[in-house]
């Protein structure tokens, strides 16, 4: 299971953070991931974290603004949202994913989503 939190109202240029805890699977194994969708738009991956945390990577509409995180002893993911913008507004999913390469099994969990509004 994966829950979000964080999302809210904030006005152009301000900051959020939102945070996914994760239970019920071995988080540590899992690359997670940020997601977002618009309305009337396709989801789109927005950021990606490796599943030690060793590396990360990000769609270029939001680089240098946003950072991925994790805390494995947590089981909690983060994106910090810096200079955020009205073109940011959308719900925000966290993911998580994971191949066992033995039998080949890709395993997916999705949260609910939580609303993040950049507006005036």
């Known amino acids: 299971q994966l829950v979000e939190s964080g999302g809210g109202l904030v006005q152009p240029g301000g900051s959020l953070r939102l945070s996914c805890a994760a239970s019920?699977?071995?988080?540590?194994?899992?690359?997670m991931k940020w997601y977002r969708q618009a309305p009337g738009k396709e989801r789109e991956l927005v950021a990606g974290?490796?599943?030690?945390?060793?590396?990360?990577s990000y769609v270029d509409s939001v680089k240098g603004r946003f950072t991925i995180s994790r805390d494995n002893a947590k089981n909690t993911v983060y994106l910090q949202m810096n200079s955020l913008k009205p073109e940011d507004t959308a719900v925000y999913y966290c993911?998580?994913?994971?191949?066992?390469?033995?039998?080949?099994?890709?395993?997916?969990?999705w949260g609910q989503g939580t609303q993040v509004t950049v507006s005036s």
């Open positions: 993911n998580a994913q994971w191949v066992k390469m033995a039998t080949v099994t890709t395993y997916i969990y």
């Open positions: 019920g699977f071995p988080f540590s194994r899992y690359a």
């Open positions: 974290i490796t599943s030690d945390g060793g590396s990360t």
